[in-house]
T-cell receptor, first 112, second 113 residues
Framework: DQQVKQNSPSLSVQEGRISILNCDYT??????FLWYKKYPAEGPTFLIS?????DKNEDGRFTVFLNKSAKHLSLHIVPSQPGDSAVYFC???????????FGKGTKLSVKP | DTGVSQNPRHKITKRGQNVTFRCDPI?????LYWYRQTLGQGPEFLTY????????KSRLLSDRFSAERPKGSFSTLEIQRTEQGDSAMYLC???????????FGPGTRLTVL
C-alpha cells in the first residue's frame, strides 16, 4: 500500500511557464515533507521541504504548498527552465527515526 | 562540507558472490540511512543508524544483508550470496537531527549477472 503517491508519471512544460508537480499521502502521522530532484545515475538532490505546521514554503523559483486536510502537497517551479528537466520525488517523514517514504516520481520535461 | 560519498559507484558481480559498499556521511551528521532504488520506483528505506547504533531495519533487509557503522562514522552495507533481484541502485543519506533534511550520496549501482 503506497503511502506517498505521485499520480503523474510525466509532465511537459514550456520554458518560462509554471510547472506544478503534485503529491498525495495517506498517513496522517507524516509531519515533514520534502522534494528531491534526480538525474539519471545520480543520487537525489534536495530541493525544498515543509513542516506540517506550515502551509507554504518558498525558496527562489521553488514553492511547496501543503494542504493537510486534503493530505496533498504540490511543488511549483516558476519560471521553468530547461535545466529543471529531471525526475522529481516527493518524500514524507514521520516517527522518531525519520526514514523517508518516497513517491514513484514525476519526470518533468521543460522544452525550450 | 564535502557531501555524502559512496564507493564504489558501480559494481558488477556474479550471482552467489558477496559484495560490500561503503558510505561516508557528512562529517557532523549523526544519522545515516540506506535506501534501495529500482527502475521506475522511488528510493525504499533499508536501515537507519544513529551514531553507531542500528535502530531500524526494513523488512526489505533480508538476512543476506548486513550493515554496520563502526565508531559512528562511515557505514558499510554487505550483501551475501547475491541474487539477480538484488540489482538496484543503493543510496546512502545522512542528516543531523530529526526532522531534518537527508542529503544523499551518488549511489552505488549493483548489477548481478
Amino acid at each position: 500500500d503506497q503511502q506517498v503517491k505521485q499520480n503523474s508519471p510525466s509532465l511537459s512544460v514550456q520554458e518560462g511557464r509554471i510547472s506544478i508537480l503534485n503529491c498525495d499521502y495517506t498517513n496522517s502521522m507524516f509531519d515533514y515533507f520534502l522534494w528531491y530532484k534526480k538525474y539519471p545515475a545520480e543520487g537525489p538532490t534536495f530541493l525544498i521541504s515543509i513542516s506540517s505546521i506550515k502551509d507554504k514554503n518558498e525558496d527562489g523559483r521553488f514553492t511547496v504548498f501543503l494542504n493537510k486536510s486534503a493530505k496533498h502537497l504540490s511543488l511549483h517551479i516558476v519560471p521553468s527552465q530547461p535545466g529543471d528537466s529531471a525526475v522529481y520525488f516527493c518524500a514524507a517523514a514521520g516517527g522518531s527515526q525519520g526514514n523517508l517514504i518516497f513517491g514513484k516520481g514525476t519526470k518533468l520535461s521543460v522544452k525550450p | 562540507d564535502t557531501g555524502v560519498s559512496q564507493n564504489p559507484r558501480h559494481k558488477i558481480t556474479k550471482r552467489g558472490q558477496n559484495v560490500t559498499f561503503r558510505c561516508d556521511p557528512i562529517s557532523e551528521h549523526n544519522r545515516l540511512y540506506w535506501y534501495r532504488q529500482t527502475l521506475g520506483q522511488g528510493p525504499e528505506f533499508l536501515t537507519y543508524f544513529q551514531n553507531e547504533a542500528q535502530l531500524e531495519k526494513s523488512r526489505l533487509l533480508s538476512d543476506r544483508f548486513s550493515a554496520e557503522r563502526p565508531k559512528g562514522s562511515f557505514s558499510t552495507l554487505e550483501i551475501q550470496r547475491t541474487e539477480q533481484g538484488d540489482s538496484a541502485m543503493y543510496l546512502c543519506a545522512s542528516s543531523a537531527t530529526r526532522p531534518d533534511t537527508q542529503y544523499f550520496g551518488p549511489g552505488t549501482r549493483l548489477t548481478v549477472l
